[in-house]
């Protein structure tokens, strides 16, 4: 079987109070995978970002903590609709109206640019919900398997 683990960052940016965050989700990414590997068991990670700039950060990142092929860094294109959603959204905070509706859509936009790359990376990936079924009781933004029959070369995901 194989453990395909997602982690989704939805800020804008990479420094200051969300820094510690987005290190601390690739650390946790690559440790994880790297156990699972380390087991026996075959795994890879995705790590979804909304900017090129934070996209190459983590980039950056992963040489500097030796983090393997194994965990992916992806800018997510986001749709026209998610682009107005989170202008809506971010224009609602900043009149106040709702401070934190511009995280919550950045989140959803995120999540689900993270399930898109991963189903379209993961031939015969299927998502797995329950908490007492993660990978170290880890909440992450996706977690699925690939059956052993639907994994060819279990190594290297699908590339276009």
């Known amino acids: 079987m194989r453990h395909v683990l997602g982690v989704a960052y939805p800020y804008v940016d990479h420094l200051g109070a969300h820094a510690v965050e987005l290190e601390l989700g690739l650390l946790r990414l690559a440790f994880t995978v790297e156990r699972l590997r ?4 075959s795994a890879c990670g995705y790590i979804v ?3 090129q700039e934070i996209r190459d950060a983590v980039r950056k990142m992963k ?3 030796d983090i393997g092929e194994e965990v ?3 800018f997510a294109s986001l ?10 959204a971010a224009e609602k905070a900043a009149s106040g109206e709702d401070p934190d509706e511009a995280d919550d859509v950045a989140r959803g936009i995120a999540v689900a640019a ?3 790359e991963v189903e379209s990376s993961e031939p015969g990936v299927t998502p797995v919900g329950g908490q007492h079924l993660l ?6 933004d996706y977690y699925g398997v690939v059956a052993p029959s639907d994994q060819g070369d279990a190594s290297c995901p699908r590339l276009f």
């Not at 990978?135 to 992450?140: A, E, L, R, T």
């Open 38 to 41: 380390a087991s026996g068991e």
């Open 49 to 51: 970002v909304l900017r």
């Open 63 to 65: 040489v500097r903590y």
């Open 72 to 74: 992916h860094v992806v």
């Open 79 to 88: 749709l026209i609709s998610d682009m107005t959603r989170l202008s809506d």
């Open 114 to 116: 993270l399930e898109r």
């Open 135 to 140: 990978p170290f009781g880890i909440s992450w």
